[in-house]
Every structure is written in C-alpha cells, then in structure tokens.
C-alpha cells in the first residue's frame, strides 16, 4: 500500500525534450516517464499530472520584448496542451486510462478543466 492516496506530480516542459534538448518532444524520453508513472498509478495512486510548455514556448520571455502579455500566455497554454497530448498518448499504450483537461476550449482533443469532473476522473483511476 502506498503512502499516499493521491498526487499531483507537475513536469516542467524542458523533461520531455530529453537531455540537453531544450526543444521539442523526446519520444523515448516521455515513453520512459510513462512507464515511470503507470508503476505509480498502478500501485493504486490517483494522480493528477500538470505539464509545463517551455520546450516550445517561453511566453513570459516573449512578452517582456515583443509580444502582450495575454497573447504569449495563450500560446504557453496551447504548448502544454501539446505536451499533455504526448504524455497522454504514452500512457494510454501502458494501458493506463487518460483525460487531458485545459482552460481553453479545444473540445476535439482535450476536455474542459471542470474541477468535479476532474476529481472523478482520478477516482475512477484516470491520469
């Protein structure tokens, strides 16, 4: 039995690009975090997951020279959303269920951040 019932484990964009990367999505790099927490998942934990965008996006370094501020942080939000998708697909072929969740309407590939629905999918054990 785990020491814990329930987590929010929250990853930094820059993890999934790999080693010395910076940009971009590793593929073994987040299949190699999949497995890492499906063991977890599977050891009966709840886990809530939070990714950050900054292997593709860095919206508050954009804002401060070129950009508003509301625009750099919509596109920081859509990288997460891309680095939610990739997570998302590496964990389903562990066999571990998955629902990304954002604040921003995109309903074709992610569902609205409602937080009761979000508290039901970790009881029903989706990541």
């Known amino acids: ?13 820059e993890v999934l690009a790999g080693p010395g990367a910076g940009f971009g999505i ?13 063991e977890v998942a599977r050891a009966g934990v709840q886990i809530g ?9 860095r919206g508050v370094a954009v804002a401060a020279k070129h950009m508003d501020r509301v625009a750099a942080d919509h596109m920081g939000m859509l990288a ?21 969740m954002t ?6 590939v992610a569902e ?8 039901r999918h970790l009881e029903k054990g989706r990541i």
């Open 1 to 13: 039995m785990s020491t814990y019932r329930r987590i929010l484990l929250k990853l930094s964009g």
């Open 26 to 38: 590793d593929a073994e790099r987040v299949d190699s975090l999949a497995t890492e927490i499906a």
């Open 49 to 57: 997951l939070v990714v950050g965008g900054g292997n593709f996006f």
């Open 80 to 100: 997460t959303v891309i680095n939610a998708l990739a997570l998302q697909d590496a964990l389903e072929k562990t066999g571990i269920p998955t629902r990304v």
């Open 103 to 108: 604040a921003i309407e995109m309903h074709q």
């Open 112 to 119: 609205p951040y409602i937080r009761r629905r979000a508290i």
